[in-house]
């Protein structure tokens, strides 16, 4: 007997809860082709070592970063399995220069935003990684060009992340509900493990890479500073399992502007916009340090951000830090 037992997996939980809510068929079969893609990372994530699967492609991608060959495999499984839902006009991706454009009259069409493989420098140490999506909706009777995909966070319909770690968890977030839903790689399937998330609302951790202090301006030490002498440290560098466990138990993750990076590590429209998202519906909050991520008008596809992701209270504090300078 699978282990999913009395649970309701991700299929019955989208047909039973969402029917309900008369919300649109084709966003589920857009989580479920997000659901089947990831199964099928999972297990190539799992085999890849043993596979001869690891390592770099020799090639350097549009962000300027060296490819893993699992970053490759893991974009061409999603874009292979939301093209294939049926309900997906377009598909955005950090590993693919310019968008996909899904071919077919596709009238209750979603844009999809996604990171397929993150937390590149853990993939090949056994460390936690992660997909990462942003879903919009196109409005009926749209054309969908490469411009469709330029949408602000905040008219997201859903995001949804998976991380795979010590088990392989799903979160969706839709308007005000956050769940979680764990692989049972016995049957193959999801199942409700985490209903109803919401960050709480003590925060014990601080997740930033301290190595960069040094190249952060005035203000932005001070309000590190501020975090590492109250809360303790845990940074993983996969941003998917920083946020997942900041998600879970309490805290703020921050990968602000540097000397070296003017703009900020990390994507808009990949990372930032869909964990801000989630985060905002699950009570955080997400900022640059000087404006809520979600109203950020995107100006081209890759564009990076800096990132303060968590505890609403603490972000709130941590950005006042930053705009007092
Ligand atoms: P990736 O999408 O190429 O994996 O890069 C993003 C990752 C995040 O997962 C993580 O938060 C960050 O880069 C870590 O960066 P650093 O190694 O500079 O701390
Ligand atoms: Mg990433």
């Not at 009395?6 to 649109?24: A, I």
């Not at 974009?75 to 292979?80: G, M, Q, R, T």
């Amino acid at each position: 007997m699978p282990a999913v037992g009395h649970r309701k997996t991700l299929q019955e939980y989208l047909t039973s809860e969402w029917q309900d809510k008369g919300r649109n068929g084709g966003l589920g079969a857009v989580i479920m082709a997000i659901a089947d893609g990831s199964c099928r990372v999972e297990h190539q994530v799992r085999q890849a070592s043993l596979a001869d699967a690891l390592g770099a492609t020799g090639e350097i991608n549009v962000q300027g970063e060296i490819v893993q060959r699992l970053d490759t495999a893991s974009s061409d499984i999603f874009v292979e399995t939301l093209s294939q839902s049926g309900h997906v006009a377009a598909i955005g991706c950090e590993e693919i220069e310019r968008p996909v454009i899904v071919e077919g009259d596709i009238a209750d069409g979603f844009i999809v935003l996604m990171d397929p493989l993150d937390g590149s420098s853990n993939i090949d140490v056994a460390v936690s990684i992660g997909s990462i999506f942003g879903i919009w909706q196109k409005s009926p009777g749209e054309i969908v060009n490469e411009d469709s995909l330029l949408r602000p966070g905040k008219d997201q319909v859903a995001a949804a992340y998976v991380v795979y770690g010590s088990s392989t968890v799903l979160v969706l977030a839709t308007k005000g509900n956050v769940c979680g839903f764990t692989l049972d790689t016995e049957s193959g399937a999801f199942a409700l493990t985490h209903p109803g998330i919401k960050i709480p609302a003590e925060c014990p951790y601080y997740s930033t890479n301290e190595g960069n202090n040094k190249v952060l301006d005035q203000p932005t030490q001070k309000a590190i500073t501020l975090l590492r002498n109250k809360y303790s440290q845990r940074y993983v560098g996969s941003l998917v399992a920083d946020f997942h466990r900041n998600l879970l138990k309490g805290g703020i993750f921050a990968y602000p502007a540097d000397q070296n990076r003017k703009d900020g590590r990390l994507r808009l429209m990949y990372e930032a916009n869909p964990l801000g998202f989630v985060a905002e519906q699950a009570g955080g909050a997400a900022s640059t340090g000087y404006q809520r991520i979600l109203d950020i008008v995107p100006q081209e596809l890759h564009q990076r951000t800096p990132l303060i992701l968590g505890n609403k209270d603490v972000v709130e504090d941590t950005v006042s830090v930053i705009k007092a300078g």
